[in-house]
T-cell receptor, first 114, second 114 residues
């Protein structure tokens, strides 16, 4: 158990809908990252937050948004969902934003868009 | 921008045999290098990382990797594998000064057989 909690574990929704994925980082970790893992794109970095502020953006679509709350949990919002958004979404956390600290990954949320 | 190539999508090997999983990277700046392992239905777990110093890095579960700057490689090795090593292995790179944003390779499925 990495200490990073993601909910829900599975989500099935229809095209055009909006969903929210939740991530609780390890206790004491200030940085949160979101990754998308799909068969065609592989593992892709989406976005990073550090202590409530956006720090880095990767290949995140405009239909997607995220935020980190004062209690340091984070949410990834996916809207106007398309079939191609079906993927495993991982959250990771680390103590700070530097690469010298290990990022711990949650077990992921499997999103299926039908 | 950095990129990672894992040429072998699958590597079958017999138990107690040695294994090498190949990883090559491309970047215009200095990089940090990582190997992660993903067991079925699990999140990613850090095996080892190269930040600086000795080019031979030892990680968990008996794995090691060697950073070769001239060949831009970071191959993962284990002298004797076990059935429990069956998993998907991801090589990742992060550019120095680029925060903790990881760029992952497409993964190598290691299948250990009796």
């Amino acid at each position: 158990d990495s200490g990073v909690t993601q909910t829900p574990k599975h989500l099935i929704t229809a095209t055009g809908q909006r969903v929210t994925l939740r991530c609780s980082p390890r206790s004491g970790d200030l940085s949160v990252y979101w990754y998308q893992q799909s068969l065609d794109q592989g593992l892709q970095f989406l976005i990073q937050y550090y202590n409530g502020e956006e720090r880095a953006k990767g290949n995140i679509l405009e239909r997607f948004s995220a935020q980190q709350f004062p209690d340091l949990h984070s949410e990834l919002n996916l809207s106007s969902l398309e079939l191609g958004d079906s993927a495993l979404y991982f959250c990771a956390s680390s103590v700070d934003e530097g690469v010298h600290t290990e990022a711990f990954f949650g077990q992921g949320t499997r999103l299926t868009v039908v | 921008a950095q990129s990672v190539t894992q040429l072998d999508s699958q590597v079958p090997v017999f138990e107690e045999a040695p294994v090498e999983l190949r990883c090559n990277y491309s970047s215009s700046v200095s990089v940090y290098l990582f190997w992660y392992v993903q067991y079925p239905n699990q999140g990613l777990q850090l095996l080892l990382k190269y930040l600086s110093g000795s080019t031979l890095v030892k990680g968990i579960n008996g794995f090691e990797a060697e950073f070769n700057k001239s060949q831009t490689s970071f191959h993962l090795r284990k002298p004797s594998v076990h059935i429990s090593d069956t998993a998907e292995y991801f090589c990742a790179v992060s550019e120095r000064g680029g925060g903790n944003k990881l760029t992952f390779g497409t993964g190598t499925q290691l299948k250990v057989e009796l």
